[in-house]
């Protein structure tokens, strides 16, 4: 029984889930996975429960050639692995088609062939006639099923077709060729992108008529979109209310150009806001399943060395963060008010932000979130929301720095330890050696030096360090570090992951404003921190003193 958002659909029924990240996911620039990257998504994508992996074109890339190869000693508990290839040439026979004859040798057990079903396409594209074509997709069909192989066919430019013949009759011949020849599937593809989705569900719905009254009942139509538009998954759903059982599309919207309907935000449509089911098993199974989803991908993301986008549906790190005052006083009341959904139902979490937009209910939350127990403490509430307001003016930016939010809260509630006291510092750069080529080839050392000096007591000791560096930030962390590794050697861990830079004004030039926000890890707990100032140095002191405060109290090391 779902509970969330609307329903969308009265019949309920199973929609095949056949994801595409390694086929088409991978036609998207700058991505290009190794065949162990595709191994390790295949048992991803077969632990989240998808029914089709299309995982590559045996025969037309060498890789994929490879990976069939190994993968015939998968043991995949829910998925099975696709091969996708084309239709033969015009004028060739199937049974004699290098690219068919390397579909069969790939070992998969499941074939899906793009056929051509525009007759714009097939007559300027394929240089053929559209007779030829349907013999060319029955031919190729009739083979992958005398295989003994299940085949799917990809009808391309489907839509284009239907909205371009005067009677729209093309399009669902090659759909009708395909079954006859045996397919057990025919994938209804906007190939460029541009269909509306009440365009999809009208051609959907005719196709799925068109196969019934041919007698095809059983054949599947599979719908297979592309963003262009921002209409994706949009266009996905429309196409399953209109009969479609089978959805394609990418991890993370990976794909050709604006890439494919993103296939985590379809499967938690699917099953969290219509009768429709999309991942395997009983409904406590396909809940532990659909929790996976942010995991998902994340590891996905990492696998193809790019990070989802933190505000993708459902499972972006920030698809469940809220920044503005009214809303979190909502959701103090209940997190329903502002979530369509629970977040913990595809393995994300709420989030609060706070910053110039925050009010009372915020700070709480915020709070909450920190492990800081507020109660009681509504002054102090309205004291810090007015605080965060009056610094933002000033240029800090706490909903990217929840660290240094957490000292300031700390201090107003007079609950900020004393680790250490800065009594002053100073860096300096010395200039590159008169002579020195500055368009030397970079080979990583630098022509500047740097030095600073860190004057400080912690641990009822005084320390006055000197630090050097490839630069003043640099050189005022080693010296930083260096004076209170002495009494808190748990710092040695601490690590810079990220650093950015912010002028405020620019019109004022080289007398700006700066805003740092920097980013810290200890190797199991990530935190930000911001500082500002008229000097890049000064401001970046201020956010790397903050982190190492926030490292500290976040380990749970005491004062010493
Ligand atoms: C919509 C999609 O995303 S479909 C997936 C597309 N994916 C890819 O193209 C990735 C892999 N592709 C490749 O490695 C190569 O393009 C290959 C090996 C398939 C073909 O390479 P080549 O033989 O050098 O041909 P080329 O790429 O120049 O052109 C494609 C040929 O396939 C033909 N073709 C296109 N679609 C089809 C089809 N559905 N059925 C049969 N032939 C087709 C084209 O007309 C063209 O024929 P031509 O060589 O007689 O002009
Ligand atoms: C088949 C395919 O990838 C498309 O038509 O977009």
Redesign the pocket.
Not at 86 to 89: I, P, V
């Given at each position: 029984m779902r509970t969330d958002g609307a329903t969308l659909s009265a019949g309920g029924d199973a929609v095949a889930i056949y994801d595409t990240t390694l086929r088409?996911g991978a036609?998207q620039q700058g991505v290009s996975f190794t065949v162990e990257d595709k191994l390790a998504i295949i048992a991803l994508l077969d632990e989240l429960g998808a029914a089709y992996i299309e995982a590559g074109?045996p025969g037309?890339?060498p890789k994929d050639t490879e990976l069939f190869a190994r993968a015939r000693e998968l043991d995949l508990a829910t998925a099975r692995l696709v091969a996708f290839g084309?239709?033969?040439?015009p004028g060739a026979h199937a049974a004699e088609d290098p690219?068919l004859r390397a579909l069969l040798d790939s070992g998969a057990d499941v074939i899906t062939l793009?056929?051509?079903s525009d007759p714009r396409h097939v007559e300027r594209?394929?240089?053929t006639t559209l007779e030829e074509n349907l013999r060319?997709v029955a031919d190729s069909t009739a083979l992958l099923v005398g295989a003994d192989r299940e085949a799917m066919v990809d009808l391309?430019h489907f839509f284009d077709g239907l909205g371009r013949q005067a009677d729209g009759a093309y399009g669902i011949e090659v759909a009708l060729t395909a079954a006859r020849a045996g397919a057990g599937a025919v994938i209804a593809?906007d190939?460029n992108g541009g269909a509306l989705p009440g365009v999809i569900a009208g051609s959907v719905a005719r196709l799925r008529r068109a196969l019934d009254a041919a007698g095809h009942p059983d054949c599947v139509v599979g719908i297979h979109t592309h963003d262009d538009s921002g209409l994706a998954v949009a266009g996905a759903m429309a196409a399953v209310e209109a009969g479609a059982r089978q959805v394609q599309g990418c991890v993370n919207g990976m794909g050709?150009r604006t890439g494919n309907a993103e296939l985590l935000t379809i499967i938690a449509n699917l099953e969290l806001k219509t009768r429709f089911t999309a991942l395997p098993g009983d409904e406590a199974e396909r809940a532990r399943r659909l929790a996976e989803l942010s995991r998902i991908s994340r590891s996905v993301g990492e696998i193809a060395n790019r990070a989802p986008s933190t505000r993708q549906a459902y499972v972006g790190a920030k698809a469940f963060a809220h920044k503005a005052g009214l809303h979190a006083s909502a959701i103090r009341v209940d997190p329903d008010f502002y979530q369509h959904v629970d977040p913990a139902r595809v393995g994300n979490t709420m989030s609060m932000l706070v910053s110039e937009m925050a009010g009372r209910a915020s700070i709480e939350l915020k709070a909450r979130e920190l492990g800081i127990d507020t109660s009681g403490e509504g002054d102090v509430l309205g004291r810090v929301a007015e605080a965060v307001k009056a610094r933002e003016a000033a240029g800090y930016a706490y909903d990217a720095a929840d660290g240094s939010f957490e000292l300031l809260l700390r201090h107003a509630l007079g609950e900020l330890p004393d680790y250490f006291r800065v009594e002053s510092w100073q860096a300096s750069v010395r200039a590159a050696p008169a002579g020195a080529d500055r368009f030397l080839p970079v080979d990583g050392s630098t022509l500047t030096q740097a030095e600073a000096t860190v004057r400080l007591h912690a641990g009822g000791r005084r320390f006055a360090v000197l630090g050097e560096g490839n630069g003043p930030v640099n050189a005022l962390d080693a010296a930083l570090c260096d004076a209170l590794a002495e009494v808190y050697p748990e710092i040695r861990a601490f690590e810079l992951t990220d650093y950015k830079v912010r002028i405020l004004d620019a019109e004022r030039g080289t007398r700006s404003i700066i805003r740092v926000l920097i980013d810290l890890t200890d190797g199991e707990r990530t935190w930000s921190t911001v500082g500002v100032g008229t000097d890049i140095v000064e401001a970046t002191w201020e956010a790397l003193t903050d982190g190492h405060v926030v490292g500290l109290l976040r380990a749970g090391v005491a004062p010493r």
């Open positions: 088409d036609q074109w037309a890339i084309s239709t033969c040439r690219g793009v056929a051509k594209a394929l240089r060319m391309e593809c190939t050709e």
